[in-house]
């Protein structure tokens, strides 16, 4: 099946042969590969090894609708009904990511990872202005069965998901909590701030070259309020594993880079500090609904801090206690504070460390 993929990825560019130079980082979803043409040129080759799942129907059109800002551009898509899913990218090469600098260690350190922030946090922004007011087309493009906003079906399915965890481990609950949800919500439902967004933004998916920060990984692309990307420099990086906090003067310079180039330089509407707070506080508890049960299922040394990420208990206790003091509706803040609480009297505090290059 992999000779397959890259076989159809040379088809695609019309290559009559096509060599295979290493594999890539990836997931279990995905298989991926910089290959050489028999122009001698390079791309990278990505294969979806499960099309049911969408991820490449959500990549290949948010790429096209990047069309190259804060993005790689695409050259090639093909369907599962023409063989292997498969898209081709151009090959940005391997000058490292966020990730990268967040987790390295030195005097200079703290400066090289403020700088792959605010990169990261432009290339966001760069990425929101080029797509403000496509929502629809990325809809067409992304076809039926998939939601163009992805995040707020998770928002509207995570009550059912904590009231059974709760329910099952005897933590705090309140019926009010589910229309809090739905009130939170509410504000980010807006299309008028709608944007592309990556879907998962996290440190190790992008590249930072010397022109800019490319963003990678667009399996769960989707159209949404900006806010929900800003957030991630607040939660921080809610749906990732290199989640540790960064300083808030370096925290405070990415957001100001991002909405410079979300909004193009002009103002940042007046609402939006509220549509930030509110988009923190629904990062915080869908993550906990995520990282919940692990946390409360598995034993102590498979929820410990490590070398290179943080722990489920303190993902879960310190977004808990971020939820507990964002301003929001408060049977949410409630709730998290009650619950934040309870999970400290049995697992103890758990503190977010600062990323490795700010220790």
Not at 143 to 156: I, K
Not at 253 to 268: D, F, H, K, Q, T
Not at 324 to 335: K, M, V
């Amino acid at each position: 099946m992999h000779d397959d993929a890259l076989l159809t990825a040379a088809a695609l560019l019309g290559s009559p042969a096509i060599e295979a130079l290493a594999v890539l980082p990836g997931s279990d979803r995905n298989r991926v590969w910089r290959a050489r043409l028999a122009d001698d040129r390079t791309v990278v080759v990505k294969h979806y090894r499960d099309p049911s799942l969408g991820t490449w129907r959500r990549e290949s059109a948010a790429l096209r609708l990047a069309d190259g800002e804060g993005a790689p551009r695409i050259l090639a898509v093909s369907y599962p009904s023409d063989g292997p899913a498969v898209t081709v990218l151009e090959d940005l090469g391997d000058p490292g990511s966020l990730a990268d600098l967040l987790l390295a260690r030195g005097a200079d350190a703290p400066r090289r990872a403020g700088e792959g922030l605010v990169a990261w946090a432009t290339a966001i922004g760069r990425l929101h202005h080029r797509t403000h007011g496509r929502g629809e087309e990325f809809a067409t493009a992304l076809g039926p069965g998939l939601r163009a906003d992805a995040v707020a079906e998770e928002v509207e399915e995570a009550p059912t998901g904590l009231a059974a965890l709760v329910a099952a481990h005897d933590l705090p609950w309140s019926d009010a909590v589910p229309a809090a949800f739905a009130e939170a919500l509410a504000p980010l439902t807006d299309p008028a701030d709608a944007v592309l967004s990556p879907g998962d933004a996290c440190p190790d998916n992008n590249l930072l070259a010397e022109d800019g920060a490319r963003l990678l990984d667009f399996e769960y692309a989707q159209v949404r309020h900006r806010a929900w990307d800003a957030a991630y420099l607040r939660v921080p990086w809610p749906s990732c594993w290199c989640a540790w906090q960064v300083p808030a003067d370096h925290a405070h310079r990415a957001l100001a880079s991002m909405l410079e180039a979300s909004y193009g330089g002009g103002p940042v509407p007046t609402s939006f500090a509220a549509d930030l707070d509110a988009a923190t506080l629904l990062w915080c508890l869908v993550s906990v609904r995520w990282f919940l049960p692990g946390a409360l299922e598995e034993p102590a040394a498979r929820n410990a801090d490590e070398d290179r990420r943080p722990g489920r208990w303190t993902m879960v206790i310190t977004r808990l206690e971020l939820a507990a003091r964002t301003p929001g509706p408060e049977p949410l803040r409630r709730w998290a504070a009650e619950t934040a609480a309870q999970l400290v009297r049995r697992w103890g505090e758990h503190a977010l460390r600062p990323a490795p290059a700010y220790r």
